[in-house]
């Protein structure tokens, strides 16, 4: 079968990309990393995608003003001229419209930090410390046009330690994204689309 052609779409520093990247360096991984898209054109990910030697995209949600649209149709543009099978949005910080979500159903997945259905939203971390649960974790899911809310494709959980700040524990959970989000990539696009 051959390989999937990947996009990972990032907003900043791009960790859970760097994950994806590597993995795909394996000759048996079902999925090659074609291109990395931001929407910020200072993200610190697209540094390390250069150095990898992949393709990277620029397009700026600010160039679009209100027009949510047009920048999803310019991002939807990208992908498809870069002949793109599956989209991993990976940190990437805008909502996507129900037209973006439609196009790309059943082929974007998205990486959260907290355990799904619990801690949809920001600040999971601060907010699982707050609610005093004792196991936090990260899921990753298909992307539906319900925020953090599609068919789930794997989880981790950790454990909240004691004295954990938000900032101990993403870094417990992060640790796990990364090793998830290259398992369910490999999973989706080892399977029939
Ligand atoms: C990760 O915690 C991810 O789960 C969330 O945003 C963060 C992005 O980090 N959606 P990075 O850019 O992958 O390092």
């Keep these: 079968m051959p390989r999937k052609r990947v996009a990972v779409l990032i907003s900043g520093r791009g960790s859970n990309m760097a994950s994806l990247i590597a993995a795909a360096k394996h000759d048996d991984y079902p999925a090659a990393i074609a291109l990395v898209v931001s929407n910020r054109p200072d993200a610190a990910g697209l540094e390390h995608a250069r150095g990898e030697g992949i393709a990277t995209a620029v397009v700026d949600h600010t160039r679009f003003g209100k027009d949510r649209e047009a ?3 310019a991002l939807h ?5 870069n ?5 991993c949005l990976a940190g990437f910080m805008r909502l996507l419209t129900p037209w973006l979500v439609g ?6 997945l998205n990486i959260h930090p907290a355990l799904l259905p619990a801690f949809k939203g920001l600040h999971t971390h601060a907010r699982a410390l707050a609610a005093g649960v004792t196991t936090h974790g990260a899921t990753v899911h298909f992307v539906s046009s319900e925020m953090d809310s599609g068919p789930i494709i794997a989880q981790a959980e950790v454990p909240v330690l004691a004295g ?3 900032d101990t524990l993403a870094a417990r959970v992060l640790e796990a994204e990364h090793r998830i989000y290259p398992q369910a990539l490999r999973q989706v696009a080892g399977s029939k689309l």
């Design 77 to 81: 543009d990208v992908l498809t001229a």
């Design 83 to 87: 002949r793109i099978d599956l989209v």
């Design 164 to 166: 954990d700040t938000p």
């Design 71 to 73: 920048f999803e149709r």
């Design 103 to 108: 196009q790309w159903q059943g082929r974007m």
